[in-house]
């Protein structure tokens, strides 16, 4: 299973954006389902969005049209382009490989209004 390390978060006003991203320990193979997670404070941890095949193919409703899920293959790294931020996207932000029981650190993202 693949070893992450998530960052590019922080601080930011609603409207703003951040683009957050995970590196991977090796190449993340295209059959390999990697998704975005969070965990918003005094929440349980939810999906954010997913990628298979090098294509999205999930987003919660909460961030669809919002929020874009993408991978560079030569940099074993996994973005989520954040945009229209609002209050109710700070979470502590995870990518994961689906079906491994192996998270990272995450990254805080903050949303002020």
């Known amino acids: 299973q693949l070893q992450t390390v998530e960052s590019g978060g922080g601080l930011a006003k609603a409207g703003e954006s951040l683009r957050l991203s995970c590196v991977a320990s090796?190449?993340?193979?295209?059959?390999?389902?990697m998704g975005w997670y969070r965990q918003p404070p005094g929440k349980q941890r939810e999906l954010v969005a997913l990628?298979?095949?090098?294509?999205?193919?999930k987003y919660s409703p909460l961030v669809k049209d919002r929020f874009t899920i993408s991978i560079d293959n030569a940099k074993n790294t996994l973005y989520l382009q954040m945009n229209d931020l609002k209050p109710e996207d700070t979470a502590v932000y995870y990518c994961?490989?689906?079906?491994?029981?192996?998270w990272g650190q995450g990254t805080q993202v903050t949303v002020s209004s």
């Open positions: 994961h490989q689906v079906g491994t029981d192996s």
């Open positions: 090796e190449f993340i193979p295209s059959f390999i389902t």
């Open positions: 990628l298979r095949n090098n294509r999205p193919v």
